[in-house]
């Protein structure tokens, strides 16, 4: 199936696997949005807020973090798990992914949650495995853990295992969709190239994948959030204490 200009078959999976597009003309933004591209190089345009750092203070108004490090996980998180869900999402629907080079996706790092990108082309390619780690892993999280870990000294175990929570995540709600729709080859898929995105080395060690249900060798940090607790992936079984 090929990808259609607007990636409709995304939109029923819901908002986190949905991306605008070219062909939502009506609702592109109507000022110079800066690309992820930008937003990991720091090159954002002259006179625009640091797109990351906007996104942490965000979130960690939002929850009133005690820390910019946790809000910054949070933050982490959430723009992994929707990279995953809309690479995954056509995967498994397209069988094709569209190019998402950092050049060509557009964040509003303002917006609400989920994190609001905007794909500028589509160029379609492969829906395998190998391209989904080059186009996701290599193309977008390690260049953005990279970012994290100068601005926030967040450590590596940690945004890997919070990848590795946004794909398991990702993950779990196409299956779910596709159980209550009947689609035993949706599910199928969706476990073929999630079982091989956990085999690459980078994800390999970050958790244990038991069908859709994952338990992380890290935390995220969400239990210091104000009533966070324990997310249903954490390494922890109750939030730590002091």
Same mark, same amino acid.
């Given at each position: 199936?090929?990808l259609?200009?607007?990636?409709?078959?995304?939109?029923?999976?819901?908002?986190?696997?949905?991306?605008?597009?070219? #062909?939502? #003309?009506?609702?592109?933004?109507?000022?110079?949005?800066?690309?992820?591209?930008?937003?990991?190089?720091r090159?954002?345009?002259?006179?625009?807020?640091?797109?990351? %750092?906007l996104?942490?203070?965000?979130?960690?108004?939002?929850?009133?973090?005690?820390?910019?490090?946790?809000?910054?996980?949070?933050?982490?998180?959430g723009?992994?798990?929707?990279?995953?869900s809309?690479?995954?999402?056509?995967?498994?629907?397209?069988?094709?992914?569209?190019?998402?080079?950092?050049?060509?996706?557009?964040?509003?790092?303002d917006?609400?949650a989920? %994190?609001?990108?905007?794909?500028?082309?589509?160029?379609?390619?492969?829906?395998?495995?190998?391209?989904?780690?080059?186009?996701?892993?290599?193309?977008?999280?390690?260049?953005?853990?990279? #970012?994290?870990?100068?601005?926030?000294?967040l450590?590596?175990?940690?945004?890997w295992?919070?990848?590795?929570? #946004?794909?398991?995540?990702?993950?779990?709600?196409?299956?779910?969709?596709?159980?209550?729709?009947?689609?035993?080859?949706?599910?199928?898929?969706?476990?073929?190239?999630?079982?091989?995105l956990?085999?690459?080395?980078?994800?390999?060690?970050?958790?244990?994948l038991?069908?859709?249900?994952?338990?992380?060798?890290?935390?995220c940090l969400?239990?210091?959030?104000?009533?966070?607790?324990?997310?249903?992936?954490?390494?922890?079984?109750?939030?730590?204490?002091?």
């Amino acid at each position: 199936m090929d990808l259609d200009p607007a990636l409709t078959a995304l939109r029923p999976l819901g908002g986190y696997f949905a991306l605008r597009t070219v #062909a939502d #003309a009506p609702r592109a933004p109507s000022g110079p949005l800066p690309t992820l591209a930008q937003t990991y190089d720091r090159t954002a345009p002259d006179g625009s807020p640091d797109p990351l %750092d906007l996104r942490v203070r965000k979130v960690a108004a939002a929850l009133r973090a005690p820390e910019a490090r946790v809000a910054a996980s949070v933050a982490h998180l959430g723009l992994a798990a929707r990279l995953w869900s809309a690479a995954l999402g056509c995967a498994v629907l397209y069988g094709r992914i569209p190019d998402l080079d950092p050049r060509l996706l557009r964040w509003d790092a303002d917006a609400g949650a989920p %994190d609001d990108l905007w794909l500028t082309e589509v160029r379609p390619l492969p829906g395998d495995t190998a391209t989904l780690v080059d186009v996701v892993l290599h193309g977008h999280l390690e260049p953005l853990a990279a #970012a994290l870990r100068v601005r926030h000294r967040l450590a590596t175990g940690l945004l890997w295992g919070n990848a590795a929570s #946004a794909l398991a995540g990702a993950a779990r709600e196409l299956d779910r969709w596709a159980r209550a729709h009947g689609r035993t080859d949706t599910g199928a898929r969706t476990r073929s190239l999630t079982a091989g995105l956990f085999a690459h080395p980078l994800l390999r060690g970050t958790g244990t994948l038991t069908g859709g249900a994952f338990r992380r060798r890290s935390c995220c940090l969400y239990y210091r959030v104000p009533g966070g607790g324990v997310c249903g992936d954490c390494c922890f079984t109750r939030p730590p204490t002091a």
